[in-house]
């Protein structure tokens, strides 16, 4: 029973909405009303600027690293680990505090590594930026990267709670960004609009 508490913990620490109410906040507006549509650090960026951008971001990355630290630190089973850092995310992502309209997972998945594994953080980050570099769709490549990221990982004898955590948030993050599949990204990273450069 006690280690259902962790998962559980995941989750509602996942749940909570840094982003929606830091706008709020700020600007009196809902951060899912521009950009992607999602509660995430580049949308907080377009309404309330590059700080309290900066903030959600080390916000949303506690919000992987404390549950799963803790799971780390207070129990022996590799799943409860795994299960909670893979909790941390779908709450996120499907947050019950923000009527399950969340984010990406990508900065919470980001923390739950960190805590894991510095190295496997290091690895999966490199295989975002570089899918994104190759494919540059940001969405199809997080898709990809999510589901590489546990194979990844044991190529490079990763095999420790880490890949396991991979595997978990991993799948959680494929999922979550196929809704983005067919969206047009117009530039990279904030994808603002471009000013088209006219005719003669």
């Not at 916000?59 to 022996?76: H, R």
């Not at 510095?118 to 969405?139: D, G, K, N, T, Y």
Request: positive net charge; glycine residues 10%; aromatic residues 12%.
């Amino acid at each position: 029973m006690a280690n259902l508490i962790f998962p559980m913990l995941g989750y509602l620490l996942g749940s909570l909405p840094f982003s929606i109410w830091i706008t709020r906040f700020v600007k009196g507006v809902d951060v899912r009303d521009s950009g992607s549509g999602h509660a995430t650090t580049t949308n907080t960026i377009r309404q309330a600027g590059f700080g309290w951008g900066a903030l959600v971001l080390i916000l949303d990355i506690s919000k992987g690293y404390i549950p799963t630290w803790l799971a780390i630190n207070d129990s022996n089973d590799v799943w409860v680990i795994a299960i909670t850092a893979t909790f941390a995310v779908i709450g996120h992502c499907w947050p019950v505090f923000a009527k399950f309209r969340g984010g990406m997972g990508l900065a919470t998945a980001g923390g739950a590594f960190l805590a894991a594994n510095p190295l496997a953080f290091l690895i999966c980050a490199a295989i975002l930026i570089l899918l994104v570099l190759v494919i540059r769709h940001s969405a199809r490549a997080s898709v990809f990267a999510g589901i590489f990221a546990a194979p990844a990982l044991w190529i490079f004898n990763i095999r420790d709670e880490a890949f396991w955590v991979a595997l978990g948030a991993g799948l959680v993050i494929a999922v979550r960004f196929l809704i983005d599949w067919n969206r047009k990204y117009r530039e990279l990273w904030l994808d603002r609009e471009k000013v088209e450069k006219s005719p003669g």
